[in-house]
């Protein structure tokens, strides 16, 4: 399909907005920390980060092909003295939409969208095509099929499973708890198949996102 993108961060996007309207399905702190989680979970794929203890750590500094993927990587390298990951989360939260939208722009996937309010203007990133929007709605579609029906995952999609459990988007991904209920109780096992550090990075996503909306609620 063209324009499909198989980056971590990229298919986290596609499931956490609206493919009819580019709306997100979450609180926009909630749709940051997930994308932060997912662009660092993305170095980790490729032996670039790991995880241990809270901390990140640069284990190659060989660039990655993938532009922002890179610039991340800068920044932790340039910034030896900041290695906690819930301090990360949070600082690529604040314009982790912005990036990624912008780079599915480049994949061909969505287009901005300006829209008015009455003090400022707001960029939404839109499917505008049918082929745009068959994509969008392609990505829980597609990783709900090979929950129900128990294929083998690779690494990406098992750390997209725990992002989307983390997040709160499991009832956009599997929205029917008759039919799928036992897609339900197998994500458990999903997440928990996971090596320690990407495990962990999804522990600390869930507990910062829980944290945020527990604030949000005061």
Known sequence: MRGVTALLADQFFLIAHEDRSGRSRLHPRATGLGLAAALLGELMLSDRLRVFEGELDVVSREPPRDALSHNILDLLIAQPQHRELRTWLHFLAQDAAEKVGER???????????????????????????????????????????????????????????????????????????????????????????????????????????????????
């Not at 745009?132 to 029906?149: S, Y």
């Not at 599997?174 to 999903?190: E, G, I, S």
């Open 104 to 218: 599915l722009i480049r994949a061909g996937v969505v287009e901005p969208v300006l829209r008015r309010k009455i003090l400022s203007t707001q960029t939404i990133y839109m499917p505008m095509n049918e082929d745009q929007r068959n994509v969008a709605a392609w990505a829980p579609i597609r990783l709900a099929n090979i929950l129900v029906h128990r294929r083998p995952m690779d690494i990406g999609d098992r750390v997209l499973s725990g992002l989307v459990v983390a997040t709160g988007l499991t009832r956009h991904v599997l929205w029917d708890f008759t039919a799928h209920r036992q897609a339900l109780m197998h994500l458990p096992n999903v997440v928990g198949s996971l090596p320690d550090d990407l495990r962990e990075l999804i522990e600390h996503t869930e507990a910062l996102v829980g944290s945020a909306m527990a604030a949000g609620r005061r």
